[in-house]
């Protein structure tokens, strides 16, 4: 007797892969993907091949996203000590046997290729964190807060020795984001908020003496102090250090209401708009698309980091909830940074817009969040089917 057995369809197969995706998350960054291609085509349609290369970063990362969405939060729990040791094993690599450009020494060649290791520490160091809050549950006092200071302190350490400003304010900041959700109390929180903004304050009004030549900042190399005046007066040396900043703020303006239309930004193709497909690339959108695409590309990152805080108050466990809040919040600096640093609020530090900016590596390592907040998400999904 012969039994027909029905072969089950490539799709049948290929289903559980995709089951349990959260599907607002998806659309956040389809919207946020799409706005990126379309200034890159207008910013970058005379600049070689990055549109096409922004395209393939984004399938790059769509790869990473669905990867890391198939580890469940267990296994990325089993994988945060080991991570975070090699990150710090390669840092303090780059500190003995780096490669220096322009005067920072940020890369290390480990033999196939050259790769900068401070990246990987944006997702290693909050992995780590979690699972140190985790082990400790329920039993959390002063020293277990301590210990995590020192954590976060060896790699931003590390970091801000390169000089690299920038990665180490985006480490720094995931790190404090998980310490903050472990239950950080305000009584430490307000009194750090309060001298931060008397020193923002003394800074301010003391310009005129403190940004001299001849006056060094303790801590700080000179081409960081230089950013920090050049925001405080960019009108000082026009051409020179503040040229990035005023040219910035130029574009922004001159796109007005709605902006000066597609491909039509003056600024932008006059090429006045320096690293107009990477850190400024959000001068090149404001000028083409004005305030009402502002507003537009600004609620697009809303609704993706208000879904990633529900996804984080929804997690099951407090190494889910943690993670998936720190991931979440690292969008928002990534974001408030560099537009802060376009419109002439903040100094210029090197951090890009995400999905919006040109660069391989930073698309990487928003995939690898993303695919995070994915695997968070649907395992609690896939829990409650």
Request: hydrophobic fraction near 55%; proline fraction near 5%.
């Amino acid at each position: 007797m012969n039994v027909a057995i029905d072969k089950p369809s490539l799709w049948q197969r290929a289903k559980p892969w995709f089951t349990g995706f959260d599907g607002w998350l998806s659309l956040a960054v389809l919207l946020l993907c799409a706005a990126g291609l379309t200034i890159m085509y207008s910013a970058g349609y005379d600049h070689g091949t990055r549109f096409v290369d922004h395209a393939r970063n984004m399938a790059l990362a769509a790869v990473v996203i669905f990867v890391i969405a198939q580890v469940p939060p267990q296994k990325l729990m089993a994988a945060a000590l080991p991570l975070y040791v090699a990150g710090v094993a390669l840092l303090v690599g780059v500190e003995l046997f780096g490669i220096t450009r322009k005067g920072a020494t940020r890369w290390l060649n480990v033999g196939v290729t050259v790769i900068q290791p401070s990246e990987l520490l944006k997702i290693a160091l909050p992995l780590m964190l979690a699972w140190w809050f985790q082990k400790r549950e329920g039993q959390l006092r002063v020293p277990d807060f301590l210990v995590a200071a020192m954590i976060l302190a060896v790699p931003v350490g590390l970091i801000l020795k390169q000089p690299d400003l920038g990665t180490a304010l985006l480490v720094a900041s995931a790190g404090l984001y998980v310490i903050f959700f472990a239950g950080l109390s305000w009584k430490l929180i307000i009194p750090v908020l309060v001298t931060g903004a008397v020193a923002i304050t003394a800074l301010v009004l003391s310009e005129d003496r403190i940004c001299q030549p001849e006056v060094k900042w303790p801590g700080l190399h000179d081409y960081q102090k230089g950013r920090v005046c050049t925001l405080l007066d960019p009108t000082k040396d026009p051409l020179g250090k503040g040229f990035h900043t005023l040219q910035g703020m130029i574009a922004i303006g001159s796109g007005g209401l709605t902006g000066k239309g597609f491909m039509k930004g003056t600024q932008t193709h006059l090429e006045f708009i320096p690293e107009r497909t990477t850190d400024f690339i959000f001068a090149a959108y404001s000028e083409e698309f004005g305030l009402a695409g502002n507003l537009m590309l600004i609620l697009g990152f809303v609704f993706l980091i208000f879904r990633g805080l529900m996804i984080a108050a929804e997690a099951p466990t407090l190494f889910s909830r943690l993670l998936a809040g720190a991931v979440t919040l690292m969008f928002f600096t990534y974001a408030f940074v560099n537009m802060g640093m376009v419109s002439g609020i903040l100094p210029v530090v090197g951090v890009p817009l995400p999905f919006i900016s040109y660069g391989g590596t930073a698309m990487v390592t928003l995939g690898m969040g993303l695919g995070i907040l994915m695997s968070i998400s649907r395992s609690r999904r896939l829990m409650v089917s």
